[in-house]
């Protein structure tokens, strides 16, 4: 499979850079993140974006901007990394964790529909690996139980699913431009929403409430300092007119890795859903081997990046700071984290890292299986 052309990306990132830097010092922050919000909506098809300074940032703002507030419930799988769950305690919320279903990587509806209480007011799906559940689903379950979406999208920029673009499915989408990203500025997030009035307050709540929505006094309520910092706006704007390319780069190097490894033991291809176009974020592979979660730190101590071996991802209900001894551990996402082998890409992957990679992987695995 040829490889999609990808602009480099230092010319214009430095030609990006370049002007803003001229135009330092500047207390507004200058024009560059307004800028990049306007080309992020027209990119993404959507009204209103609101860029900061990370993706938890735009979890914050988003969860804010949608009510949620001391004492709520919100629903979050515990497949999932703790930063998803970070901005629902300094909102003083209370993560409900919700199981996934082993054979989709979905949620686990019927789990979720047993932990909705008087006192829920949200959920929010994650798309990790840039793989999107079932928005239909999704949105009939929240409008069953009155809930808010807010989707962590952090991996999925370009990926949708049944034609609905992740991060658009509820009120809020929210995504991350940290390095790894498919697009990245080195720290960054934005949301994405269709309504004025959550836009409005996201954008109030990441400048201290001093540019405030419409009828209330600025600085009238505490929020936070989560600006997108201007040189930082200017390498997301350059990535942002190469995003397409950069997609189909990502989608090219992971079927390159996973065609490479048809005939590796014991590894089998986690295929997306017939109706998705999954951005292709992290190769997914099942292990089918003994003692997999070792496997992967295994291929870790090899030289492959991977989310479990490498980044010791585990059910965020796992955590010390949210396990409990009521709490049932939510088996079906403990499942997927211990059989699944996720290869962490970057677009300085060339055919040759991927090469050595998927020869490191297939020797291994033969290795193990002996």
Not at 12 to 29: K, N
Not at 256 to 284: D, I, K, M, S, Y
Not at 331 to 359: C, F, K, P, S
Request: glycine share 8%.
């Amino acid at each position: 499979m040829t490889p999609p052309h990808v602009p480099g990306n230092t010319p214009l990132i430095t030609e990006q850079i370049t002007s803003v830097i001229e135009q330092m010092p500047d207390p507004s922050g200058g024009a560059v993140v307004g800028q990049l919000e306007h080309e992020l909506a027209e990119t993404l098809g959507v009204p209103h974006v609101v860029a900061v300074s990370s993706g938890t940032a735009a979890l914050h703002a988003g969860l804010s901007a949608c009510g949620i507030g001391p004492g709520d419930e919100v629903l979050v799988p515990a497949l999932t990394v703790v930063m998803t769950v970070a901005p629902l305690a300094a909102l003083a919320a209370v993560p409900v964790f919700v199981d996934s279903d082993p054979s989709t990587l979905d949620l686990d509806y019927d789990d979720a529909a047993s932990k909705v209480t008087s006192r829920t007011r949200a959920i929010m799906p994650v798309h990790l690996w840039g793989r999107m559940g079932d928005p239909a689903a999704l949105a009939a379950f929240a409008s069953e139980h009155g809930l808010a979406i807010v989707e962590d999208a952090a991996q999925a920029v370009g990926t949708a699913r049944d034609g609905q673009p992740a991060g658009t499915v509820g009120a809020v989408g929210c995504f991350s431009m940290k390095d790894g990203k498919i697009l990245w500025s080195g720290e960054g997030g934005f949301l994405v929403t269709t309504r004025r009035e959550i836009a409005e307050h996201a954008a109030a709540f990441r400048s201290h409430w001093q540019a405030a929505p419409p009828n209330e006094a600025p600085q009238s309520r505490l929020a936070t300092n989560t600006r997108l910092a201007a040189p930082l706006a200017a390498i997301a704007l350059a990535n942002l007119r190469r995003c397409s390319a950069l997609v189909e780069l990502r989608r090219a190097q992971t079927h390159h890795l996973l065609h490479a490894l048809e005939q590796a033991p014991g590894l089998n291809v986690l295929a997306p859903a017939t109706c998705e176009e999954w951005n292709g974020f992290a190769p997914l592979l099942h292990i089918d081997l003994p003692n997999p979660q070792a496997f992967a730190e295994h291929l870790a101590r090899q030289g492959v990046p991977n989310s479990t071996g490498s980044f010791r991802l585990v059910p965020c209900d796992t955590r010390p700071m949210f396990t409990s001894p009521d709490r049932t551990p939510c088996r079906g996402a403990a499942q997927i984290l211990d059989h699944t082998l996720a290869v962490i890409l970057t677009e300085r992957d060339t055919d040759t890292a991927l090469d050595h990679y998927a020869a490191t992987i297939a020797r291994e695995a033969n290795a193990w299986a002996t």
